[in-house]
C-alpha cells in the first residue's frame, strides 16, 4: 500500500473502515459497501489498487465464484498472499474492496461479474482471463448473451499482453475468446446447449458429434484443446437437456480424469460435488500451470476446498443434515440435480423472483425436472406455486413447504438437499445461521 498515491492510500483506508461499520452492523460482508466509499474518494482506486500485481480475473454465467475459489487454492502453492473476493462481490466496489483489504498481496484473483468484464479488464491490465460459459441467466436477459460475447470480443483484441484460458466446448465462449491472441483451449464441457445451437459467427446450425462442435456453413469450430476433462464424452452423449444415465450416478463419489497440457492423466477427484465443479477445478488448474504451479502441486490444494460461500456446505437442522446448492439459471439447475444424493433422499427447491433472481420465473419452462421422479420433493420460496405449476407439467409429485423449517418437519430424519435460486439461497442461509 505504501506505493499508492495519497489519496487512494486515504480512499482504501477509509473503504476499509466503512466494510467494517457495515459488517458489524449486520448489513452483509461490507465489502460492497466498502468500495462504494472508496470509489467516491478516488475513482480511479480499482486501477491503483490492481497496479504491480499479478491479476486473475474469472468470468461467465455459472462457476465464477467456484473458480475463483478453486485458482486461489491452487495458488496457495507458491507461498504469497493473494487477494480475492472470496464472497462474490464481483462488480467495481467489491473488486476493490478485496484489493483493498490485501494491500501487500502481490496476487489478485477476481471474480467479475460478465457484464463488467471489458471495463475492468480495461482497469486492471489482467495477466489472465478465465472464461467459463455463457448462457441465459433469466428470460428476460435470453438475448444479452450474445452482446455480451461482442464486447469480450472487443475487449481481448484490445488487450494482446493478456492470457485467456477459455472453454472450448462452449461455441460462444470459443467465439468470444477468438480475438485474443494467446489462449489456453480447455475441454471443460458443456451441459446445456440450448443457447448454442447456433454458430456465433454465422449464425447457421451447429453440429455437434463425439469431436465437438463445427459449423457446416462457415467451418468455425470447436478449437484444439491443450487440457481435458475426460467426462466430457458422457455430456455429449448425453445431449441438450436431457440428464443422460451417465449423469445419474449422484455426483458425489464420482470422478473423472484430467489431461494436462503436457499430456499426463490425473484422476480428478474433489471434495466439492458435481461434475461442474470438475470442469471449474480444469480450468483452475490450466490457470495454475501459467503461473508455474503444476497439476501434481495443485490438485491436493483443490481438494482442500470444501465449500465455496456456503454452498455444499452440510449442517445439522432438527435431525436432518441439509445440504446448500445455489441454482440461478436453467444451465445451473441442471449442475445441481447432477449433485443430488440418490434417492430416496428427498429435495427442497426455492425459488423467489427478487431482483437479483430476475422478476420473470418463465425460465422454470426451460428446466427439465423429470429427473426427480422417485424421490420426495418439497417446494418453498415466494414463487413456489409457479413451480409448483411446472413441476405438474413434468408429473413431478410435490408438497408445499412455507419454509426451510417447516421443509425439515416434513421429511423423515436424515439428508434433506436444497437447491435455492439466489435470493432464496440467501434467505435460508439466514435462517440457518451464518455459521454457513
Ligand atoms: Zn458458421
Not at 473458480?67 to 495458488?75: D, K, M, Q
Not at 460435488?273 to 503461473?291: D, K, M, Q, Y
Amino acid at each position: 500500500m505504501g506505493k499508492l498515491p495519497l489519496r487512494a492510500r486515504l480512499a482504501t483506508t477509509v473503504a476499509g473502515a466503512a466494510g467494517r461499520v457495515s459488517r458489524l452492523s449486520g448489513r452483509g460482508d461490507g465489502s460492497v459497501i466498502g468500495g462504494v466509499v472508496g470509489l467516491r474518494m478516488e475513482p480511479d482506486l480499482l486501477r491503483l489498487l490492481a497496479a504491480d500485481r499479478q491479476i486473475v480475473l474469472v468470468t461467465g454465467t455459472n462457476g465464477k465464484t467456484t473458480t475463483t475459489r478453486l485458482i486461489t487454492a491452487a495458488l496457495g502453492a507458491i507461498g504469497q498472499e493473494v487477494a480475492s473476493n472470496a464472497f462474490g462481490a464481483n462488480m467495481e466496489a467489491g473488486l476493490i474492496s478485496a484489493l483493498g483489504r490485501a494491500s501487500d498481496a502481490p496476487f489478485g484473483v477476481l471474480e467479475v461479474d460478465e457484464r463488467h468484464l471489458p471495463a475492468i479488464m480495461h482497469a486492471t491490465r489482467p495477466r489472465v482471463v478465465a472464461l467459463l460459459n455463457l448462457s441465459r441467466d433469466q428470460m428476460d436477459r435470453a438475448a444479452e448473451i450474445w452482446l455480451i460475447a461482442r464486447r469480450w470480443r472487443e475487449a481481448l483484441a484490445g488487450a494482446p499482453g493478456c492470457q485467456v484460458v477459455a472453454n472450448a466446448d462452449d461455441p460462444l465462449i470459443a467465439w468470444a475468446a477468438g480475438t485474443a491472441q494467446r489462449v489456453t483451449w480447455v475441454a471443460a464441457g458443456q451441459r446445456w446447449h440450448e443457447d448454442s445451437w447456433c454458430c456465433p459467427e454465422c449464425g447457421s446450425h451447429l453440429r455437434r458429434d463425439d469431436l465437438g462442435w463445427r459449423c457446416g456453413e462457415c467451418g468455425f469450430a470447436r478449437p484444439a484443446t491443450r487440457w481435458v476433462l475426460d467426462d466430457e464424452r458422457a455430456d455429449l452423449r448425453g445431449g441438450a437437456g436431457v440428464i443422460g444415465s451417465a449423469d445419474l450416478r449422484g455426483g458425489a463419489g464420482v470422478t473423472g480424469s484430467v489431461v494436462d497440457s503436457g499430456g499426463r492423466v490425473r484422476e480428478l477427484s474433489l471434495t466439492l460435488p458435481g461434475r461442474a465443479n470438475r470442469s471449474n477445478a480444469v480450468i483452475a488448474l490450466a490457470v495454475a500451470e501459467l503461473f508455474g504451479v503444476d497439476m501434481d502441486q495443485a490438485l491436493p490444494l483443490l481438494r482442500q476446498v470444501t465449500s465455496v460461500a456456503g454452498r455444499y456446505t452440510q449442517i445439522e437442522r432438527g435431525g436432518r443434515v441439509l445440504r446448500l446448492l445455489l441454482a440461478k439459471n436453467p444451465a445451473g439447475w441442471l449442475e445441481a440435480f447432477d449433485v443430488l444424493a440418490p434417492p430416496p433422499t428427498p429435495v427442497l427447491l426455492a425459488v423467489n423472483a427478487q431482483g437479483p433472481d430476475g422478476k420473470d420465473t418463465s425460465w422454470l419452462w426451460d428446466v427439465d425436472y423429470r429427473v426427480l421422479h422417485g424421490r420426495p420433493v418439497l417446494v418453498a420460496g415466494e414463487r413456489r406455486l409457479d413451480l409448483a405449476v411446472r413441476l405438474e407439467a413434468d408429473q413431478v409429485a410435490f408438497r408445499l413447504a412455507g419454509s426451510v423449517d417447516e421443509a425439515v418437519d416434513l421429511v423423515p430424519p436424515g439428508g434433506l438437499d436444497v437447491i435455492a435460486n439466489y435470493t432464496a439461497f440467501q434467505q435460508i442461509r439466514t435462517t440457518l445461521g451464518r455459521a454457513l
